[in-house]
């Protein structure tokens, strides 16, 4: 009798010990749109999911609220912009705490405190300073954290793949010069101590889709039978997501901290995108979540080539399209889910479902990147109050941008606010989609393959090589 106690209270603690990092899907809630239900009624959603964790960008009471009493994990992030009046005081870390952690800490299961998002944008130096301030603010969260005695919520800090300098081949990977000291350093340092895990947001799908004639597509979407063996480490990788993996691992092996553990803070495959956007589909993005989710659930775990066997933690990006967030079009189309709840393509977080289990896939259709013209038009049901103000905005920028819409030029007739829209967006992009600019101005805009030119009237164009 004592011994089968005994033995039963082992196994519990054994069990314990391995749910303390269990390899159920997590799901990222980002709520940048205007058309989302409300947090209740997505809680409701997201338990239909069966996803084992939530991520969210900050720390909504609603939502803590409406997570109450479930088994969802759930990580809570600082906003960036408080970041450095964190660092700077132990008061205003412990009043975070206070407002943000204790009132539900104790019916949410409140497992992650992200501290930041994605701060180390290289070509933003008005953020350099949080830079500098981020681990210690990560300190002092952790310090309010113990003196409420909370020793079970990890504090970390989800990155992006721009911390690396180099990340191929992945035995090279290798964290920027102007962070690996300075910041990636005490960063790790503050990882290990606590034993907690390095969050990053990591998509195959920006890597294949800025290269796809080197990268082939079935090794991003794990399909097919490709394999490439680094010539250094002598590791055989089979899928590109690895790969990436594998180069972040490296990198934080050079510096010392070769054991601390990995949470893929996002990853996913948009399901659509722009016309001069390349493998942003259905089928693409069904074929990559799903073949995600049998890896990272899988038992025994796959890990990656330089950690075999260890569970990665994964939070798919996203629930919902965003459709308030800015940028190329594949931004607006991550989601899992449309607003009333049914699903964008199927989905199973469990990974158990097979796949011919689900419906079939449409084909997709811009797997190669579209060759020809491109213009940049007024989008259907646009508002005029709005236009008016775009127009202005486009044509202050850039040379001559709107010199043919004015009156006595080629393009002033038909006088209309649509037509004179339509052709400074145009005008706008054909100078500024190679320095990033897009053709989206709030939704007012879309790509077309349709020339609007008229008569002598010529509108710019943007030209597709293919
Ligand atoms: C940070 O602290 C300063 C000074 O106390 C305050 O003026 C500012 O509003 C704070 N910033 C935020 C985002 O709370
Ligand atoms: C890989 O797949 C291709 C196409 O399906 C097939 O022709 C080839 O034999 C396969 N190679 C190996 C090593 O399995
Ligand atoms: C922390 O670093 C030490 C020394 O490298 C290592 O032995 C230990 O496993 C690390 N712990 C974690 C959680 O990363
Ligand atoms: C058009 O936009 C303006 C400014 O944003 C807003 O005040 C107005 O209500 C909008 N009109 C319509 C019909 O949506
Ligand atoms: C405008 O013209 C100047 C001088 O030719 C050139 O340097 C600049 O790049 C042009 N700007 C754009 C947006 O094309
Ligand atoms: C083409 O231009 C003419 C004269 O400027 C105008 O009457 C006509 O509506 C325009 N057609 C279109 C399709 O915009």
Redesign the pocket.
């Known amino acids: 009798m004592a011994a089968t106690l005994f033995l039963l209270f082992f196994l519990c603690v054994l069990v314990s010990t391995n749910a303390e990092i269990s390899s159920k899907m997590g799901i990222n809630y980002g709520r940048l749109g205007n058309n989302l239900p409300s947090p209740s009624r997505s809680i409701e959603f997201i338990k239909t999911l069966e996803a084992g964790r939530i991520k969210l960008y900050d720390a909504n009471p609603e939502i803590l609220n409406a997570l109450a009493w479930t088994n969802i994990q759930v990580s809570i992030m600082v906003p960036n912009?408080?970041i450095?009046?964190i660092s700077s005081s132990q008061a205003v870390a412990d009043e975070w705490v206070r407002t943000n952690v204790i009132p539900f800490y104790s019916k949410t299961l409140i497992r992650h405190l992200l501290v930041g998002n994605e701060i180390f944008n290289f070509y933003s130096d008005e953020d350099r300073q949080t830079w500098y301030n981020l681990v210690l603010a990560m300190r002092r969260i952790k310090h309010s954290l113990s003196t409420y005695n909370i020793r079970n919520i990890k504090v970390g800090t989800p990155v992006a793949m721009d911390i690396l300098e180099t990340a191929f081949p992945p035995s090279n990977g290798a964290f920027r010069s102007d962070i690996a000291v300075p910041v990636m350093k005490p960063l790790l340092q503050f990882l290990n101590r606590t034993r907690s895990f390095f969050f990053l947001d990591v998509y195959p799908y920006f890597s294949w889709s800025r290269d796809p004639t080197r990268i082939n597509l079935d090794y991003a979407l794990f399909r097919g039978n490709r394999t490439y063996t680094d010539p250094r480490s002598r590791l055989t990788y089979t899928n590109l997501l690895d790969q990436m993996l594998d180069s972040v691992i490296f990198a934080m092996t050079k510096l010392g901290f070769p054991n601390v553990r990995l949470v893929i803070a996002e990853t996913g495959w948009p399901h659509a995108g722009d016309i001069d956007q390349i493998g942003a589909n259905i089928f693409n993005a069904a074929t990559y979540n799903r073949n995600l989710i049998r890896r990272m659930t899988s038992k025994p775990p796959a890990g990656t080539p330089a950690r075999p066997g260890v569970v990665i933690p994964t939070f798919i990006f996203a629930l919902y399209n965003e459709n308030q967030k800015g940028g190329p079009g594949t931004e607006r189309h991550w989601g899992l889910m449309n607003p009333d709840g049914t699903p964008v393509y199927e989905v199973d977080l469990n990974g158990k479902r097979p796949e011919n289990d689900f419906k079939s896939l449409p084909a997709p259709l811009n797997n190669e990147l579209y060759k020809g013209k491109i213009w940049c038009v007024v989008a259907d049901g646009a508002n005029s109050t709005e236009l008016e103000s775009a127009i202005e905005f486009a044509c202050r920028l850039g040379n001559n941008t709107c010199d043919a819409i004015r009156p006595g030029s080629e393009c002033y007739h038909p006088v209309s606010l649509v037509s004179h829209a339509s052709y400074a967006f145009s005008s706008y992009w054909a100078q500024f989609k190679q320095s990033g600019g897009t053709c989206y101005f709030n939704g007012l805009a879309v790509q077309t393959t349709e020339d609007p030119s008229n008569g002598s009237c010529k509108f710019p164009s943007v030209t597709l090589r293919g």
């Open positions: 912009q408080l450095s009046n």
